[in-house]
């Protein structure tokens, strides 16, 4: 009978699709997926290690899964991706019935690591950076869990140094796929009807591909947008510091890239855009978020902030407030500074207290919600076209997405999942909107 197993993924959009490669490398080795984890031969925790508080959810999930294995001993217990990378042998003092631990470079190879464990005899460890001296980053098997959006990897690692960060410390310098192997899989994509890709990378829009013939970002978008059958693409993350002219040129001039741009601001203030290293000021900013919001296409832009981060004073809080007001975020994941391990942003003074964070953070997310609630009502009564993903989670209606990422929720038949539908929109919250499903063509 077939093993079975068990992935469960914390974090990122690239962690999800790190998940969907190992699973890919499982499956080419005739192991099945299992619908639990207590119906799995190993069970996997691919990990997140951005925040602390990531990384205590994989321990306190670790806990749960140790009755498990004192039931039963035969079971592999995996910890993979950028925690494992981090913290090495240490998760071992914590929890020493850990059988494999691999850094999130390791997808392609955690079947070897499961054949070559041995339960209870001592854990297989592969920390090991494919860096920039390893092999490129070429297509591998990849098990996906959507029938129609795909991630596509364009580079993996980062080459930057903000100084709150660890990912270049556990996923190494940005190492960049060829461009020829991008497009080649997004053509495969299509072919096999899948209708939007989202490309993938840390810093995803500091691409150059030099060999195959200086096709940056733009360009390797552009191309991407060519591809029959490809309906929408997005991006994720691009870096304020590499944001050019011909990036939004495309996303004016392709329709079939999505008009939303996650656009990371982390802070308002110049004083402490610079501490955390970002590269751009606060004007910087807010110059490229004029580009945008000037050009002829109506994109939406979401972003992620950092709040109590070293020496951020109350004005520079108010400064990251008044720059929300200024830019009106479609949506922002906002987070208390959290200190890792090896960072320099561990020797910078001033740490603001974990109270005044907890406070910065309720008065941010409380202004981004009445932001949010600004921007979607004046989303009533027009028709939008949205890609239907399934069910709500009131499993009563169906959910899906614009183009520019609102998720609007309608009611309507079953067979409207994995396709367009044109829907008026009826109602808001600062999340989602809520509208009536038009079936009967020429309404508009
Ligand atoms: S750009 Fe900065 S925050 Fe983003 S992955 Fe690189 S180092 Fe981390």
Same mark, same amino acid.
Request: hydrophobic fraction near 35%.
């Given at each position: 009978m077939a093993k079975?197993f068990?992935?469960?993924?914390f ?5 999800a699709?790190d998940?969907?490669k190992i699973?890919g490398n499982?499956? %080419?080795?005739a192991?099945?997926?299992?619908e ?5 031969d190993?069970?996997?925790?691919n990990t997140?290690?951005?925040r602390d508080?990531?990384?205590q ?5 670790l806990?749960e ?11 592999v ?7 494992a990378?981090?913290e090495?042998e240490?998760?071992?003092?914590r929890?020493p019935?850990?059988?494999i631990?691999?850094?999130p470079?390791?997808?392609?190879a955690?079947?070897?690591l499961?054949?070559?464990s041995?339960?209870?005899g001592g854990a297989r ?7 920039e001296?390893?092999p490129?980053?070429?297509?591998g098997p990849?098990?996906?869990e959507?029938?129609w ?8 690692g ?13 996923r ?6 060829s461009?020829?192997n991008?497009? @080649?899989?997004?053509e ?7 209708v939007?890709i ?7 829009n500091?691409?150059l591909?030099?060999?195959?013939g ?7 978008l552009?191309?991407?947008a ?20 011909d ?6 001039? %392709?329709p079939?890239v %999505?008009n ?13 855009l610079?501490a955390?290293?970002?590269g751009?000021t606060?004007e910087?900013?807010?110059?490229i978020?004029?580009k945008?919001?000037?050009a002829?296409?109506d994109?939406?832009i979401s972003t992620d902030i950092i709040v ?8 520079d ?6 720059l929300?007001?200024?830019? @009106? ?8 500074y959290?200190? @890792?391990?090896n960072?320099?942003?561990?020797d910078i ?6 109270e005044?964070?907890s ?14 609630s600004?921007?979607?009502?004046t989303y009533?009564g027009?028709i939008l076209e949205v ?5 709500? @989670? ?5 959910t899906?997405r614009t183009?520019?990422n609102k998720?609007?929720n309608?009611d309507g038949?079953?067979t409207l999942?994995g396709s367009f539908?044109?829907?008026r929109?009826?109602?808001f919250?600062?999340?989602s909107?809520k509208?009536s499903?038009?079936h009967?063509q020429?309404l508009?």
């Amino acid at each position: 009978m077939a093993k079975k197993f068990y992935i469960e993924t914390f974090g990122c959009q690239m962690n999800a699709l790190d998940s969907e490669k190992i699973a890919g490398n499982l499956c %080419c080795n005739a192991m099945e997926p299992a619908e639990s984890p207590f119906e799995a031969d190993v069970v996997l925790l691919n990990t997140c290690s951005v925040r602390d508080r990531a990384v205590q959810k994989v321990y306190a999930r670790l806990g749960e899964f140790r009755r498990y294995k004192k039931m039963r001993g035969d079971v592999v217990v995996g910890v993979l991706g950028c925690m494992a990378q981090l913290e090495g042998e240490k998760i071992l003092k914590r929890a020493p019935y850990v059988d494999i631990i691999a850094g999130p470079q390791k997808s392609h190879a955690i079947y070897a690591l499961v054949e070559r464990s041995r339960p209870s005899g001592g854990a297989r460890i592969d920390l090991r950076s494919d860096d920039e001296s390893g092999p490129p980053i070429e297509d591998g098997p990849t098990r996906r869990e959507n029938p129609w959006r795909a991630g596509v990897t364009v580079s993996e690692g980062c080459s930057r140094s903000c100084t709150y960060c660890v990912v270049p410390k556990t996923r190494g310098k940005e190492r960049i796929r060829s461009s020829r192997n991008i497009l @080649r899989e997004i053509e495969k994509l299509a072919a096999e009807g899948y209708v939007e890709i989202m490309l993938l990378g840390q810093t995803v829009n500091s691409y150059l591909d030099r060999e195959g013939g200086n096709v940056d970002f733009a360009e390797l978008l552009w191309r991407a947008a060519q591809v029959e059958g490809i309906e929408r693409i997005r991006f994720t993350s691009p870096h304020p510091s590499d944001f050019t002219r011909d990036l939004l040129d495309v996303m004016v001039s %392709c329709p079939r890239v %999505c008009n939303h741009i996650h656009l990371p601001v982390q802070s308002g203030s110049t004083k402490i855009l610079r501490a955390m290293r970002r590269g751009y000021t606060r004007e910087d900013y807010l110059e490229i978020v004029q580009k945008i919001v000037n050009a002829p296409r109506d994109i939406s832009i979401s972003t992620d902030i950092i709040v109590g981060f070293p020496g951020e004073s109350e004005r520079d809080f108010e400064d990251t407030l008044t720059l929300m007001e200024t830019v @009106r975020y479609d949506s922002a994941f906002s987070f208390k500074y959290s200190p @890792r391990p090896n960072t320099e942003a561990l020797d910078i003074d001033g740490a603001v207290p974990d109270e005044e964070k907890s406070r910065r953070l309720t008065v941010l997310q409380q202004r981004q919600r009445e932001i949010q609630s600004r921007i979607n009502q004046t989303y009533m009564g027009r028709i939008l076209e949205v890609f239907v993903d399934g069910r709500a @989670r009131s499993r009563v209606s169906l959910t899906g997405r614009t183009g520019n990422n609102k998720i609007v929720n309608f009611d309507g038949p079953e067979t409207l999942i994995g396709s367009f539908a044109r829907v008026r929109i009826t109602g808001f919250g600062p999340n989602s909107l809520k509208g009536s499903w038009l079936h009967e063509q020429g309404l508009e």
